[in-house]
């Protein structure tokens, strides 16, 4: 098992977490659809958390059977950030939160977007996520059903509606925190490679 844990990321496709990963993203477009077009909420809230449990089992069965991947690593946050980003649309859309969040929240995303291109031409692995961004992940992830809940008059409405702001709050400044850990990251990363690049180059002069 320990040395499952270490293993390090394979090219292999056909995997248990990459299976989940593609379910979660697969159901995206069918979440957004029920909370836009029906207002189906309960089966927005079962998507929802199908796709919490999944993020969730994924990584714990990744480690587990030593299925770490390459894809796995990229399928994973795209699967989170689109269930965000959809999300936030329904959202804004249903004045369930206000635009301006939602902008905070996409905005750090499009902030940090040039960092991953730059990374990407150099030939350098995209960064792991931190714990940090995991936590911001967990809380808006958390927040958002919540949120769904507290939209309606329903008995438990009253209850979820502080919890809900309270992770969303939480979420957002960790959101905006890794964001700005990532961006120190990636330049430092870029500097260090443009040293190397520079030294090798003086070397073979």
Not at 88 to 110: E, M, Q, T
Not at 139 to 166: E, K, M, N, Q, T
């Amino acid at each position: 098992m320990t040395a499952a844990r270490g293993a390090a990321p394979t090219d292999r496709v056909f995997t248990i977490p990459n299976v989940l990963s593609i379910l979660r993203l697969a159901g995206v477009p069918v979440f957004l659809w029920l909370l836009l077009g029906p207002h189906a909420d309960l089966a927005a809230l079962a998507v929802l958390a199908f796709a919490g449990i999944s993020d969730y089992l994924d990584g714990k069965i990744a480690r587990a059977l030593g299925q770490t991947s390459k894809l796995g690593i990229v399928l994973d946050p795209a699967a989170d950030r689109l269930y965000i980003l959809a999300t936030l649309v329904a959202f804004v859309l249903r004045d369930i939160i206000p635009w301006w969040l939602a902008a905070i929240i996409v905005g750090r995303d499009l902030v940090l977007a040039p960092g991953v291109w730059l990374l990407r031409r150099r030939g350098i692995a995209p960064l792991n996520v931190s714990y940090l961004g995991k936590s911001a992940t967990f809380c808006l992830l958390y927040a958002f059903p919540l949120l769904l809940i507290g939209a309606h008059d329903w008995a438990v409405s009253d209850v979820a509606r502080p919890i809900a702001w309270a992770f969303v709050w939480w979420g957002t400044t960790f959101y905006l925190l890794s964001g700005v850990l990532y961006g120190t990251q990636v330049v430092q990363v870029i500097r260090a490679d443009r040293a190397g690049g520079t030294d090798r180059g003086a070397g073979a002069g």
